[in-house]
C-alpha cells in the first residue's frame, strides 16, 4: 500500500514557476513508477510526466522542455518543476504510482489528492 499527498500547488502568473511535491508512505517507493497527471475542468485527465524506477523520464508535449521530473528515493518524494507556466497549464494536477513505466492512467495503482494550479494570463 502507498498512499500519496501532493504539495505546492497555487496560483502563479504566466511565465511563472511552481515545484510540485509528492510525498509518498510506504517502503516499497523506489520500486514504483511515479507518474504526474493533470485535468483541467471539462477535460479528461491528461499524462504529464513520468520518472521510472532508475530516474528514466518522459514527458508531454504540451511540457517537454518546461516541466522536470525527478524523484528521491531517500526521501519517498518525486517533484514537478514547472517553469514557463502558461494559462493553458491551469488544472488539478495528480502524482501517481505504477508497477511499470506507463503513461496510461489506467495502469497506475495509487493516486494522490490532487493539488489546483492556476496560472494568469
Known amino acids: 500500500q502507498v498512499q500519496l499527498v501532493e504539495s505546492g500547488g497555487g496560483l502563479v502568473q504566466a511565465g511563472g514557476s511552481l515545484r510540485l511535491s509528492c510525498a509518498a508512505s510506504?517502503?516499497?517507493?523506489?520500486?514504483?513508477?511515479m507518474g504526474w497527471f493533470r485535468q483541467a475542468p471539462g477535460k479528461e485527465r491528461e499524462f504529464v510526466a513520468i520518472i521510472g524506477r532508475y530516474g528514466a523520464t518522459r514527458y508531454a508535449d504540451s511540457v517537454k522542455g518546461r516541466f522536470t521530473v525527478s524523484r528521491d528515493n531517500a526521501k519517498n518524494t518525486a517533484n514537478l518543476q514547472m517553469n514557463s507556466l502558461k494559462p493553458e497549464d491551469t488544472a488539478v494536477y495528480y502524482c501517481a504510482a505504477a508497477a511499470s513505466f506507463t503513461i496510461n492512467s489506467e495502469q497506475y495503482d495509487y493516486w494522490g489528492q490532487g493539488t489546483q494550479v492556476t496560472v494568469s494570463s
Open positions: 510506504g517502503r516499497t517507493f523506489s520500486s514504483y513508477s
